[in-house]
C-alpha cells in the first residue's frame, strides 16, 4: 500500500450554512441534456459553496481549448456566472487533470487540492476524487502516475491542439470501449482510505470516481460517502447532490 499523502485544509468560514457536491458529470458536447441540468443546477442552488470533486468534464485538452467558441466555453460561462454568487471548488479528477490553475482563476473558481480536509459544522471531511484510492487498477495507476508528471504534460500541452483533441477522442474511444465489455472496474481500497481519514484526522471521506454512489462504513467506523455521477439521457436520469448542513449529509436527486 502506498504511503498517504500530505492532506491540504479548508477550514469554512462561520457564515457557511449549506455546502453542495458533485463530481463525474463527464460533460461533452454530445450530450446537451447533461450539461443543460448542470447549468440548471448551478443556477439554482441556493448553497453558500459548491464543490466538484473531478470529472465534471469528459475529456480536457488544454485550457486553450475553452477560448474559442463552443462546448467548452459554454461550461465556462457558467462556471464564471456561479463564482459570482457562491463559493466555487475545483478538483481535478481521472479525465480533467489538465484544467490550469490560471483558467479556474479567470473564472473565480478555487483549484483544491486532492486531498483536503473540509472542516466544517463540526466535522472533518476528507475529500477526494478517489482515483488514487483504487489499488486495484494497477494498470490505471500507472498511467496516472504517467499524465501527472510535469514533464508529460509540458510536452502533452506543447502539441497542436488538432493534435491534442485527437488524442483526448482516442482516448474517450478507448475508455467506452472498454466499458462495453462489462470488465469490472477496480473500487476503493478500504485500508487505503481508512489511511487517509487517518493522515487528515478526518472523521468522513466525500469522493467520487467509482460511479458506486452508496454510504459505506469503514472497517474503523468512519463513514465513505460516495457521490453519483450524472447521465441525464439514463432511465431513470442520474443527476444527484450530496449537500452537508450541520444536521449531516443528505442527496439530492434532480429532476
Known amino acids: 500500500m502506498s504511503p498517504a499523502p500530505h492532506v491540504a485544509e479548508l477550514v469554512a468560514p462561520a457564515s457557511w450554512r449549506t455546502v453542495d457536491f458533485i463530481s463525474d458529470l463527464h460533460l461533452h458536447a454530445s450530450d446537451p441534456a447533461t450539461f443543460q441540468a448542470w447549468s440548471r443546477f448551478m443556477g439554482q ?133 472498454r466499458k462495453r465489455t462489462g470488465e469490472a472496474y477496480a473500487d476503493v481500497d478500504s485500508h487505503a482510505a481508512t489511511q487517509w481519514l487517518s493522515a487528515g484526522n478526518a472523521t468522513a471521506m466525500i469522493h467520487g470516481h467509482t460511479h458506486r454512489p452508496a454510504d459505506h462504513v469503514l472497517p474503523d467506523g468512519r463513514p465513505r460517502i460516495v457521490l453519483s455521477d450524472w447521465d441525464a439521457g439514463s432511465a431513470p436520469a442520474r443527476m444527484e447532490v450530496l449537500r452537508l448542513t450541520a444536521a449531516g449529509a443528505q442527496r439530492l436527486r434532480l429532476s
Not at 89 to 108: I, S, Y
Not at 139 to 150: A, C, G, K, N, T
Open 45 to 177: 442552488t441556493l448553497a453558500d459553496a459548491v464543490f466538484i470533486l473531478g470529472d465534471l468534464f469528459e475529456v480536457w485538452v488544454g485550457d486553450d481549448a475553452a477560448q474559442q467558441p463552443g462546448f467548452l466555453a459554454d461550461c465556462a460561462q457558467v462556471l464564471r456566472a456561479t463564482s459570482t454568487r457562491t463559493a466555487l471548488f475545483f478538483m481535478h479528477g481521472n479525465r480533467d487533470f489538465l484544467v490550469g490553475q490560471a483558467f479556474l482563476k479567470e473564472h473565480g473558481v478555487a483549484l483544491l487540492a486532492d486531498p483536503t480536509v473540509l472542516g466544517f459544522a463540526g466535522h472533518r471531511w476528507l475529500l477526494t476524487h478517489g482515483d488514487a484510492l483504487c489499488l486495484g487498477d494497477v494498470d490505471y495507476l500507472r498511467f496516472r502516475e504517467q499524465v501527472r508528471s510535469v514533464q508529460w504534460q509540458q510536452a502533452f500541452l506543447a502539441k497542436p491542439l488538432a493534435e491534442r483533441e485527437a488524442i483526448g477522442r482516442a482516448l474517450r474511444e478507448q475508455s467506452e470501449a
